[in-house]
C-alpha cells in the first residue's frame, strides 16, 4: 500500500491551480512507473525575504517535519527534538512541527535560515508543494499564497522538477504501485 502525503494541505490543493501564474499549462516526466505532473514556464527566484519562513498577516506558516528530517536536526546541531519542534499528527507521515518564536521559524536568524543544508521537505518545496492524485499520478502546485519570487529569475526546468521527486522519494519514502519502497 503506496504512503498518502502531501507536502502541503490536500484541501489546499485545489485552490492552488486558480493561484498559478497564467494558469500555467501542465507537463509531465514518468519516474519508477508514476506520472509527475508539473507547471510549464514558471519562472522563479528565492529573493530571500524570508515569508516563507514565517507567519504573514494572510498566512500562518506550518513547518512540518519528518521523523528523519527531526533526527538529522538533532545530529547536526546538538539540539533535543522538543526544543525546535512539537509534535504533530494532522498530516502523516509528518510527525513534527517546527516550534516558531515571535511568529518566525526557530532556526531563523537576520542573515538567513541557520539549518539550511539539512532544513525540512517542506522548506526545500517552497513555493510548490505535491499532491498525490490518484495511486500512481503526482502533481506539483503552487503554494495559494503568493511567493514575491514569482514572475523572477528562470523558468523552473522538468530536470528540477525530478530532483525535488527523487527527493520526495527518498525522504518520504513514497512507495512504487506494486508495493515495493524504492529508494534512490
Known amino acids: 500500500m503506496a504512503v498518502r502525503f502531501c507536502l502541503y494541505r490536500r484541501e489546499v490543493a485545489q485552490d492552488a ?3 498559478q501564474p497564467s494558469q500555467a499549462r501542465l507537463h509531465s516526466f514518468h519516474y519508477l512507473g508514476m ?3 508539473y507547471p510549464d514556464h514558471v519562472r522563479w527566484k528565492c529573493l530571500q525575504c524570508t515569508a516563507c519562513c514565517q507567519d504573514t498577516t494572510s498566512h500562518k506558516r506550518c513547518i ?3 521523523d528523519n528530517e527531526a533526527s538529522t536536526i538533532c545530529q547536526k546541531t546538538g539540539l533535543k527534538v522538543e526544543h ?3 509534535p504533530y499528527e494532522d498530516h502523516p507521515p509528518y510527525t513534527r512541527r517546527m516550534r516558531k518564536l515571535d511568529g518566525r521559524c526557530f532556526f531563523l536568524r537576520d542573515e538567513g535560515c541557520s539549518i539550511y543544508a539539512i532544513r525540512p521537505i ?4 517552497y513555493p510548490f508543494f505535491l ?3 490518484d495511486e500512481r499520478t503526482f502533481r506539483f502546485e503552487l503554494t495559494p499564497e503568493r511567493c514575491s519570487g514569482l514572475g523572477f529569475g528562470r523558468e523552473v526546468s522538468c530536470d528540477e522538477f525530478k530532483q525535488l521527486f527523487c527527493l520526495a522519494v527518498e525522504r518520504l519514502r513514497i512507495q512504487h504501485p506494486t508495493g515495493a519502497v524504492q529508494r534512490i
Open 64 to 66: 512540518r517535519i519528518l
Open 35 to 37: 506520472t509527475v505532473e
Open 131 to 133: 499532491t498525490r492524485k
Open 17 to 19: 491551480v486558480a493561484a
Open 122 to 125: 517542506t522548506c526545500v518545496f
Open 84 to 86: 525546535f519542534s512539537i
